[in-house]
């Protein structure tokens, strides 16, 4: 049976704006041998999904440095420390996309984006009848286009590879998976 591995010694490399660098040396329990690992500390992040008055959803493209592409992918973004991931879905939804609604927002489920090396979490909720009432409020350094589709069409943009964010697939499966009406209709 699997056990955790124990933590000998943490050493911190420095900050890096989104994330900390640690070397994080632990001991195998099965075979006592002991190594360094990275591990990047990052904030807590959170995606929403947002459907319209008239069943779309609405994405977000915009440009990624990390893969230097542009992706089509839902709002979302790191989690504030004075906010619930409830809140910063909410913020997130407005700032990026101008779209808000009377409805109350649902969480969806949480998500390890990849505990390979990282150390956060990734929370998904959904915001259903949602207008656009709002001027979109964008970071400095973000640059989003708002596309939207029908939710029928979201299958086949995955499976084209034209929504390929890892994180953000998991979310709408989280979405297929419990809500399973919104895809049958």
């Given at each position: 049976m699997l056990k955790k591995w124990k933590t000998e010694s943490k050493k911190n490399l420095g900050n890096h704006k989104i994330f900390d660098v640690e070397i994080v040396r632990r001991t195998n329990p099965q075979d006592g041998k002991t190594s360094e690992f990275?591990?990047?500390?990052?904030?807590?992040?959170?995606?929403?999904?947002?459907?319209?008055k008239s069943n779309e959803i609405v994405l977000v493209n915009q440009y990624r440095h990390g893969t230097n592409t542009i992706e089509l992918e839902i709002p979302g973004g790191l989690i504030e420390t004075d906010e619930t991931p409830g809140q910063a879905s909410i913020r997130e939804c407005k700032e990026e996309t101008g779209y808000?609604?009377?409805?109350?927002v649902e969480f969806l489920g949480e998500i390890f984006p990849n505990p390979a090396f990282l150390d956060n979490r990734c929370y998904t909720f959904l915001w259903e009848n949602c207008e656009q009432k709002l001027e979109q409020n964008l970071d400095d350094f973000e640059d989003i286009?708002?596309?939207?589709?029908?939710?029928e069409d979201i299958k086949n943009l995955i499976l084209k590879g034209?929504?390929?964010?890892?994180?953000?697939?998991?979310?709408?499966?989280?979405?297929?998976?419990?809500?399973r009406n919104l895809w049958e209709k």
């Open positions: 990275t591990v990047l500390n990052s904030e807590n992040w959170v995606n929403i999904i947002v459907i319209t808000v609604s009377d409805s109350p286009d708002i596309i939207k589709y029908p939710i034209e929504i390929r964010h890892g994180v953000i697939i998991a979310a709408f499966n989280l979405l297929m998976l419990r809500k």
